[in-house]
């Protein structure tokens, strides 16, 4: 059984470009969740969600970052117009329904420049 | 801001030796968990203690809970090189989501 899969494991944009970032969570999870790790911190929640559906949002910035997880196919965190602040790591997580633990996957490095 | 605080932020010592790490935080809690990250690489689950448990074992781990304190320690016996890595607490509120604490740096030299 993989584990949680992301990819690219690293990414470099340009000022203004967008960056995808990809999730594919274990077999038999139907919960994502993405975070964000800055230099030297812990994880900041982003947002949950399950198949087609935003569960909560609410460590989203209000522009430019967005996030899917469609019927088929990875979960997708979208960052439009990418700025050097936005340069971290991000990790996706997932977990089975009605289970508290999330497993994490390695991360996506993303460097802005 | 309901992140946790961890303490000591920093902590160096010979292998064989114990390494307790704490965890505060701030609201009431479902659960709270451990996880492990090694230099530039993902986190490791390691063990998750709910609201109703005190303490838990996991091999050369040991966990507690106060939820009167607000409190967790992990406490890693016996340890080894290998167990060099940032450590980190994250409590499970009323919501799905997790709040990471700060992290203590363990560096463990043989």
């Known amino acids: 059984n993989a584990g949680v899969m992301q990819n690219p494991r690293h990414l470099v944009r340009r000022r203004g470009q967008e960056a995808r970032l990809r999730c594919s969570p274990m077999?038999?999870?139907?919960?994502v969740y993405w975070y964000r790790q800055l230099p030297e911190e812990g994880l900041k929640f982003m947002v949950y969600?399950?198949?087609?559906?935003?569960?909560?949002e609410s460590g989203m910035p209000k522009e430019r970052f967005s996030a899917e997880f469609p019927k088929e196919g990875p979960s997708i965190l979208r960052i439009q117009q990418v700025v050097r602040g936005d340069s971290a790591a991000y990790f996706c997580?997932?977990?089975?329904?009605?289970?508290?633990?999330?497993?994490f996957g390695p991360g996506t490095r993303l460097t802005v420049l | 801001s309901q992140q946790g605080e961890e303490d000591p932020q920093a902590l160096s010592i010979q292998e064989g030796e114990n390494a307790t790490m704490n965890c505060s935080y701030k609201t009431s809690i479902n659960n709270l968990q451990w996880y492990r990250q090694n230099s530039g690489r993902g986190l490791v689950h390691l063990i998750l203690i709910r609201s109703n448990e005190r303490e838990k074992h996991s091999g050369r781990l040991r966990v507690t809970l106060d939820t009167s304190k607000k409190s967790s320690s992990l406490l890693i016996t016996a340890s080894r090189a290998a167990d060099t890595a940032s450590y980190f607490c994250a409590t499970e509120h009323n919501t799905d989501k997790l709040i990471f604490g700060t992290g203590t740096r363990l560096q463990v030299f043989p």
């Open positions: 969600l399950q198949k087609e559906n935003i569960i909560d």
């Open positions: 997580a997932s977990s089975q329904q009605g289970t508290d633990t999330q497993y």
């Open positions: 077999k038999g999870h139907s919960h």
